[in-house]
């Protein structure tokens, strides 16, 4: 038997991947002796279904066919997964729309970059259940035109993006999928350690973002046609970041809150607030409802001091409380210089720290009635184990 590897498999799919070498992978799989790969695969695979299965593809993706490459990578995702049964799911952050998880464990490779054709790390943000499939259509519908116009028309630089729905038990489940940055790169790690000149530096490539954004919306006025951001730190990236807060000077910036469509037409919002309460019960909802407070949150992110005020703001849940007086000076600067035709009030500390207090006080709500939500649903269903959780609460409005 020739000395095949998993090596050989992985060079092979990256000739699949690139369209000027296809031909010659499927003549290099075809040259692999039928029997060699049957061999490989016995002594490897446990699954004798699995097994036959991936001896199948392989078979099928050495004729040069244009299905070759498809079922090529099929091939070698399904074999990744037998080889490493030990893929395991980590859980990056919990938001308050999306969870945020991300395949680890294996040289998972399902994903490719559109560019390169390279194997492409990606994270999955899960968002809440849509009643039906055409919901969850028309979500993924207006998250792909976000996205776009983001990247291709407001001109600010977003990952690569895509979204798959799952169906489950008469409900649609929609997976954000969006390439991974490293997680030093984003702001809000970089702002622990960076000095009170690096955050003005980082902060002035984040200002003029927001005048990208700005600039878009004012243009688009007399359609009526908004987009909006949520612009605090953690939701940005530096690309091609060095690991050295002192030496940002002219990086660019990718947004990576991306999976909310946040667009406005006619004054209302494209995609309706009620999706993204799903999680509460409905008693929650009502009351939202009847404070407003869906729109009170959905405003701040197409509001431009607003969205300025809340990335402020929120130096202080990043335990930075110390750069809120030099960035409110960059701040201010910014609404007299380039973003003066905005015709803003000036920031001031005091005002950041009352917005501050009053958006902790929004959140802690909500992540309490999310968590009641959650606990009302395991008691119906029995697991009473599930009332232990109600001391979380605490610990919400006293961390």
């Not at 070759?68 to 990744?80: G, I, V």
């Not at 859980?91 to 395949?103: H, K, N, P």
């Not at 959140?363 to 269903?381: E, M, P």
Request: charged share 25%; with cysteine; net charge positive.
């Amino acid at each position: 038997m020739m000395s095949l590897t998993i090596e050989t498999f992985r060079e092979l799919d990256d000739l699949y991947a690139a369209p000027g070498t296809r031909v010659q992978a499927a003549r290099l799989a075809a040259a692999i002796p039928h029997h060699d790969v049957a061999q490989w695969l016995s002594a490897r695979v446990c699954n004798p279904a699995a097994e036959a299965y991936l001896l199948h593809l392989f078979s099928a993706a050495s004729t040069p066919s244009p299905r070759a490459a498809r079922q090529y990578h099929r091939f070698y995702r399904q074999l990744t997964l037998h080889l490493h049964p030990t893929i395991r799911r980590d859980i990056i952050g919990e938001g308050e729309i999306s969870q945020v998880t991300a395949l680890a464990g294996a040289a998972f490779s399902c994903w490719r970059h559109p560019d390169t054709g390279r194997p492409m790390p990606v994270v999955y943000k899960k968002m809440p259940p849509f009643p039906g499939h055409a919901d969850a259509e028309e979500y993924a519908a207006s998250y792909r035109i976000y996205n776009t116009t983001l990247r291709d028309t407001v001109g600010i630089h977003v990952p690569h993006f895509d979204a798959r729905i799952v169906e489950r038990d008469g409900r649609a489940i929609i997976y954000v999928i969006q390439e991974r940055l490293p997680s030093d790169s984003v702001c809000h790690v970089i702002l622990r350690t960076a000095s009170p000149a690096a955050a003005r530096r980082l902060f002035r490539l984040i200002l003029r973002e927001y005048e990208k954004l700005y600039r878009y919306n004012c243009d688009r006025a007399a359609d009526d046609y908004e987009v909006g951001l949520d612009g605090q730190s953690p939701n940005w990236a530096v690309v091609d970041y060095g690991g050295d807060p002192e030496s940002i000077s002219a990086h660019s910036l990718a947004y990576l809150d991306t999976n909310v469509p946040m667009l406005r037409a006619g004054g209302r919002d494209v995609v309706s607030t009620d999706v993204y309460f799903q999680s509460l019960p409905g008693s929650a909802r009502w009351l939202i409802k009847r404070l407003k407070l869906d729109e009170e949150v959905m405003d701040r992110y197409f509001q431009l001091r607003l969205i300025i005020l809340d990335f402020l703001g929120n130096l202080i849940v990043q335990h930075r409380p110390d750069l809120v007086p030099p960035l409110v000076e960059v701040s201010n600067e910014a609404l007299s210089g380039p973003l003066a035709g905005a015709r803003l009030a000036p920031f001031t500390v005091k005002e950041v720290e009352k917005y501050y207090r009053s958006d902790v006080t929004i959140w802690r709500l909500w992540r309490s009635l999310k968590l009641f939500g959650a606990i009302s649903d395991d008691v119906s269903a029995g697991r009473w184990r599930s009332l232990f959780r109600i001391g979380a609460v605490y610990r919400i409005w006293t961390r």
